[in-house]
């Protein structure tokens, strides 16, 4: 019997491509992009046999044997790339697939992240302004980022039995149940036998038919098919609040990609729509094979403009109605996370909602761009690994966040009136002015010793006695390495890949955010500490604030806390924090690890690049209530505002809160009115050389 290492490097071996087609080659029977609706379900339905196989066998072992040798003999038959996407959801989701662990793309796949510049640095596509920015577009870390973020948010959905089928047949919907026996062994009493079975009879004889069907994929695909939509249901699931983290996640990295243009001097991105037929004035040549160019104003085909016109209508008219069409039955109240189905493609069967009316246009503009020119091409677009390259990504994602701001703009705005009672002040003393908190501080932690204990060097310098006072700039008494600032620093750094390339990317300087926060009521309160990020010229744009973190705190009966939160612990970061590709680690093996530890924004983008003379930026801090949101403790990996967690994702309020929504009055106003909010000034500056 095979061991878990060698089964690892099995599966290691199959995402390299090492055993079996390079799944990207020109003249591969089919490619595969998983924004395509019958390749996605292909992928889904494929990682769902592997489930199967795992669970079905005497040992963990076997079952990790046996969905190895299914993948790699549909190798023969699937195109690589989806093989290898089916797998990736097996590891991602499968508790026993977790042990095989998933090699990091950047090590898997390393030339995926090449530039699209020549050695003489000079790139094919057509000049233009959007070249200045393709470090950013191109940078390996956000584009593993945002491949590996469709695999934990997968929008055919996940099966159900990846926790065990035991677990599954106990926990199901009985009718439900019934349907799925239905589908694998037709005309028996399901129904009575299900009502007097208990979780073991029922995984007993669920599980030998589950296994049969997936023998071969037409008795595979023919079970899934013949499953009515509550049967579907009780196979496959959406991860918690998939649609609106779907939106929010796309939300924010564009929020991020417009402070870059700024501190290029380039124009916030403008959106590719609603007039479909617009021309796409800047071309992309990806520079790597087998994707295809797309010349500069390049138009999409007068069919994907009707289609596109036909798809964006109902969407309209749901927004107007704030009612979106369900399959059968009444329609369905909009809200962020049902819109997000609507606008990317989760399954019909797993939303209810009418694939005939929101057949996903968000996955579908994706191919159309794709395939340009005249629908021959195969262009970085239909491909998450290597799609945010292209300029055109973020055109199109600028016409889908903007759905999402129309329906936001028909909310009311927040009250606050379950704000907590703690005071982050907005001065001292005296008349408080806009962006100048005393309580919200930034640490330089370059040169903080290995040992040291930075929150208690910095609880012990601006607590106690200090609390009151104002702190200056300059290195912190008393805390040997921990300097106090008002500008932080971005760089360019040059690392290596795992195949001897090397690549030039955007990271910053080491820092820490520090809040003194004081509580007013007679009792411990736990907080919410949200923090966040917006160039100067857009601070009342509620649209292009970026998050940077959200933390749970227990600030002390009408006590003072001095919270300290460095960057590495950031809620969007993937945990650990890497600052080198050579330094990536790969996600736990641990089958029961609550978190997705690969999923993450990359540390090296936590900052926008700045200037070399200073960009201005405010930062804003929120306090929130922790008993109602629900918020965690930072986890020991992944990111828990991008990627949520396996179970639920761990904040009950509307993500990006309180930017989710108008404000009633100016944000800087709102900012400074509200006693547990403030906000300061701090300089980004772009060092060269």
Not at 68 to 80: K, Q, S, V
Request: proline share 8%.
């Amino acid at each position: 019997m095979a061991t878990i290492d060698e089964l690892r490097t099995r599966g290691e071996d199959l995402f390299t491509g090492r055993t079996a087609t390079p799944s990207l080659r020109a003249d591969e029977p089919g490619r595969f992009s998983w924004f395509d609706a019958a390749d996605g379900v292909a992928a889904v339905r494929l990682a769902a046999r592997l489930s199967v196989l795992a669970a079905a066998a005497p040992t963990v072992e076997d079952g990790l044997e046996q969905a190895l040798d299914l993948a790699e003999a549909r190798t023969a038959d699937d195109p690589t790339a989806l093989v290898q996407q089916a797998m990736a959801l097996f590891v991602t989701h499968d508790r026993a697939g977790r042990l095989l662990g998933k090699p990091r793309t950047l090590r898997a796949r390393p030339e995926l992240f090449g530039s699209s510049r020549d050695d003489d640095g000079v790139r094919a596509s057509t000049p233009g302004p959007e070249p200045a920015l393709d470090y950013w577009r191109e940078d390996l870390f956000a584009n593993e980022h945002h491949d590996h973020w469709h695999q934990v948010y997968p929008w055919p959905g996940i099966a159900r039995f990846n926790g065990g089928v035991r677990a599954w047949a106990g926990s199901a919907d009985r009718a439900g149940l019934a349907a799925v026996f239905e589908a694998l062994s037709p005309g028996q009493d399901w129904q009575a036998f299900l009502a007097a079975a208990g979780p073991e009879e029922v995984s007993d004889a669920i599980l030998p038919l589950l296994r049969t069907a997936a023998a071969t994929a037409d008795s595979w695909n023919a079970f899934l098919d013949a499953l009515p939509p509550h049967g579907y249901r009780t196979v496959f699931r959406l991860n918690d609040r998939q649609g609106e983290l779907f939106l929010y996640m796309h939300n924010q990295m564009l929020a991020r990609y417009d402070a870059e243009r700024l501190s290029n001097a380039r124009p916030r991105v403008e959106a590719f729509g609603p007039d479909f037929t617009a021309s796409i004035p800047d071309g992309y040549s990806p520079n790597l094979p087998p994707f295809t160019d797309r010349e500069a104003d390049e138009k999409l085909a007068q069919a994907d403009v009707d289609a596109l016109v036909q798809m964006q209508a109902p969407l309209d008219a749901a927004l107007a109605a704030q009612q979106l069409r369900r399959t059968v039955g009444s329609p369905m109240a909009v809200d962020g996370d049902s819109l997000g189905h609507a606008v990317e493609a989760s399954h019909a069967a797993l939303t209810g909602l009418s694939d005939t009316e929101y057949p996903g246009i968000h996955n579908q503009g994706h191919g159309m761009f794709g395939s340009i020119p005249g629908g021959q091409g195969f262009g970085v677009m239909n491909v998450p690994a290597v799609a945010i390259r292209d300029p055109v990504f973020w055109r199109w994602h600028k016409h889908i966040d903007n759905i999402s701001i129309a329906w936001q703009e028909t909310q009311p705005p927040y009250d606050f009136t379950d704000t907590p009672r703690v005071v982050i002040r907005d001065a001292l003393s005296g008349a408080a002015a806009n962006w100048t908190s005393p309580d919200v501080l930034l640490v330089s932690t370059a040169g903080l010793p290995a040992g040291a204990d930075p929150a208690a060097l910095v609880t012990a310098a601006m607590g106690g006695a200090s609390f009151d006072a104002p702190v200056p700039t300059g290195p912190l008494t008393g805390a040997d390495g921990l300097v106090v600032v008002d500008e932080l620093t971005t760089r360019m750094q040059q690392s290596s890949l795992s195949d001897g390339r090397t690549v030039v990317h955007l990271t910053h300087d080491p820092f820490a955010v520090v809040v003194r926060v004081r509580n007013l009521e007679n009792r411990p309160s736990a907080i919410t500490l949200r923090i966040f990020l917006v160039p100067e010229q857009l601070a009342d744009d509620r649209t292009a604030w970026m998050e940077l973190d959200k933390h749970l705190v227990e600030v002390p009966t009408v006590g003072r806390s001095v919270v300290y939160r460095p960057d590495t612990e950031f809620a969007v970061v993937k945990k650990p924090a890497e600052t080198d590709p050579q330094t990536v680690l790969d996600g736990a093996n641990d089958p029961n690890d609550p978190s997705y530890c690969d999923c993450g924004w990359p540390y090296t983008l936590l900052l926008p690049r700045g200037t070399e003379d200073g960009m201005t930026f405010r930062l804003a801090v929120f306090c929130t209530d922790g008993a109602r949101d629900l918020v965690g403790p930072s986890a020991e990996c992944g990111s828990m505002s991008f990627c949520g967690a396996v179970d639920r994702y761990p904040d009950t309020r509307d993500m990006g809160y309180p930017f989710s929504r108008p404000f009633a009055a100016s944000i800087p106003d709102t900012i400074r009115n509200l006693p547990a909010a403030a906000a300061r000034t701090v300089t980004i500056r772009h060092v060269t050389g």
